[in-house]
């Protein structure tokens, strides 16, 4: 079993930048993929990005070419690179951890807001 803490949220203008963290304790041997959802209310969770242990990554349409995640296996950490930020980003995003057995772990989540 895995825990997750994210950190990194915060304001920005929008056009700036954040760095999400998520970090791992537990199992991270077990981690097949990790991933960063956000999720505004009324409106289902979304996914943003994702990468498997491997390296390979998936993101979501609206944040392709502005967002880049990546997985320091070093530090057992996650991490969400965010450049170009637009209002609508502001959000709560959860990162996410799927163990190979298909267990899904959640972190309480860190809050974006984007100003104009």
């Known amino acids: 079993q895995v825990q997750l803490v994210e950190s990194g949220g915060g304001l920005v203008q929008a056009g700036g930048s954040l760095r999400l963290s998520c970090a791992v304790s537990g199992s991270f041997f077990s981690i097949k993929a990790m991933g960063w959802y956000r999720q505004t209310p009324g409106k289902q969770r979304e996914l943003v990005a994702a990468?498997?242990?491997?390296?390979?990554?998936n993101y979501g349409d609206s944040v392709k070419g502005r967002f880049t995640i990546s997985l320091d296996n070093a530090k057992n950490t996650v991490y969400l690179q965010m450049n170009s930020l637009k209002p609508e980003d502001t959000t709560r995003y959860y990162c996410n951890a799927l163990s190979g057995s298909g267990y899904s772990t959640w972190g309480q989540g860190t809050q974006v807001i984007v100003s104009s």
């Open positions: 990468i498997t242990s491997g390296g390979s990554t």
